[in-house]
């Protein structure tokens, strides 16, 4: 488990600095609180004293962090009311925090079946347009991602780079700019997916998979492409799965033998 977090970590950061305050700190940890459902929608946040009492900050940073926390929808601030969690449905869900918040450590099962719903609904379409409309140098691009795909050892963070270069690559080629920032909104969350498949039980089959989708885009097939992505996705969200279900056998196995 511990390598597929650090994997996570290291990859959400490939391309850009991320520069960490004391207010993204504690707005990070008290984000997480939330979306785990250790502070419940309708609940009152801890008063401001305790907050610095508790990472011993400033009055400021505190302030900043509920700022940070109200612009992504997770709370609400009120004169002598105080600062209480939104309903989820005003949550920013495509936000890169609140995706990473959701992830770390470790990503529930309604986040998984929401994420593959999303890319499948994005993803064949999209496969389908690049079919259509990609670039030479686009197709040259997703025959490079292939080869990381099929090449780099299995589970490893080259792998995983070149499998989140393939699916990007696709919306790129897309032409459709609203299907790129999706990608870029979502790609917290498509490193974890790739991470836990790739890592445990995905095998050849992803591979060739990933082939089929690479090659209907350069044949200009478009209804092929449509269908090899969705027939990928709906492989890997099976994989992601039996990854969860191994690891959480694992875990219990390990309490037990301490116990």
């Known amino acids: 488990m511990r390598g597929v977090q650090d994997t996570t970590r290291a990859l959400a950061t490939t391309g850009r600095e991320r520069v960490t305050s004391l207010s993204d700190r504690v ?3 008290i984000g997480r609180r939330i979306v785990s459902g250790q502070y419940q929608p309708g609940d009152t946040l801890p008063t401001e004293p305790r907050v ?9 940073a505190v302030r ?7 612009a992504k929808g997770l709370t ?12 989820r449905s005003d949550w920013n869900m495509l936000d890169p925090d609140v995706l990473r918040w959701q992830i770390d450590p470790f990503p529930s099962d309604e986040f998984i079946h929401s994420l593959f719903e999303m890319r499948e609904i994005i993803e064949p379409a999209a496969a389908s347009r690049a079919a259509e409309r990609a670039t030479a ?22 792998q995983i780079k070149a499998d989140l270069a393939f699916h990007m690559v696709v919306l790129e080629a897309s032409h459709n700019p609203l299907l790129r920032s999706a990608g870029s909104m979502i790609e917290s969350g498509l490193v974890i997916s790739f991470s836990l498949g790739w890592r445990t039980v995905m095998g050849d089959d992803a591979v060739l998979q990933h082939r089929d989708v690479y090659e209907a885009i350069r044949d200009r097939n478009a209804d092929g492409a449509f269908l090899a992505m969705r027939r990928l996705l709906r492989n890997a969200k099976g994989n992601v799965f039996d990854s969860i279900w191994v690891n959480r056998r694992s ?6 033998e301490i116990r």
């Open 251 to 256: 875990e219990a196995g390990a309490e037990t």
């Open 27 to 29: 707005a990070g940890e």
């Open 64 to 70: 900043e962090a509920i700022r940070l926390l109200s």
């Open 52 to 60: 610095q009492e508790e990472f011993k900050v400033s009055r400021t």
């Open 76 to 87: 609400v601030s009120r004169p002598k009311i105080g600062t209480k969690v939104r309903p």
């Open 137 to 158: 140098e686009e197709i040259e691009a997703l025959a490079e991602a292939f080869e990381g795909i099929r090449s780099r050892p299995r589970g490893s963070a080259d």
